[in-house]
């Protein structure tokens, strides 16, 4: 599947692009498109190496940074979001050193979740190599240190969200397995952070399969609105787009995303050209 046309194509100049290794950071491009609908967006999954939670950070890194340069190469975006916490938290200083536009990154929301919690006992649910990672604990001593911060990490929960937005089934008790040691021991977060970009597209199957009403905190606005601050761009409605999806590898799985990809209004889905 080397293009799909969704509907009229048409170039606007200095597009923005979002990257993650799967359709995780669709949950950034949502935000980006609640706050700047005019703004155009090429989002580019590298589902060639899916997932990156479990692979060494050089690779990562080296991934992270070769996608990037070829977007770079061929849209000359204004800017570039890394929407994975794991390629973020690990690739975001070389990312910036690389590219010649600001690149934002994206972290687990622990600052918002230690100012708005009021029981001062948090959750952070992330991928286990989130969890584990010095960065995310230093965010916890920085923002949330009067806190009991209850962590759990998943990595099926990511492969949950990709299957969800292929319309394949995902049981209910599989979201109460994924969230049941926040409530073990009589322990109880009143919220909880998303700490994957994978995991604000299952938030309404999440609170189903809560004990309890549950606050979901992401980073989805805040890097709405930082996007919006650098490009000095107030947000228009009404301007048509012309948005791109992107993959890296073969296209098993993608057809099964189109449905999804058009609701969300992406025009074109195609294979990311690669110099050889």
Known sequence: MKSSSMKGHSIKSRPIVIFDSGVGG??????????????????????EAFPYGSKPETEVIDRTLYCLNELARQFQPSLAI??????????LP??????????????????????????RRIGLLATPGTIAREYTQQLVRDFAKDCEVIMVGSSELVDMAERHLRDEPVGHEEFKAVIEPFFVNGQQPDCIVL????FPLLEEQLQAA??????????GEAIARRVEYLLERAPESG????????YTGNDDGVQALMPALKSMGFETVSQLEQEH
């Open 26 to 47: 669709l949950s950034i491009y949502q935000e980006v498109k609640r706050k700047l609908p005019d703004i155009e967006v090429i989002y580019c999954a590298d589902n």
């Open 82 to 91: 890394i929407a994975c916490n794991t390629a973020s938290t690990i690739s």
């Open 94 to 119: 070389k990312a910036r050193q690389a590219l010649q536009i600001p690149v934002v990154g994206v972290v687990p929301a622990i600052k918002p979740a230690g100012e708005w919690s009021k029981k």
């Open 195 to 198: 700490g994957c970009t994978h």
């Open 210 to 219: 809560s004990p309890v009403p549950i606050h979901w905190i992401n980073s």
């Open 239 to 246: 301007t048509a787009n012309s948005d791109q999806f992107i």
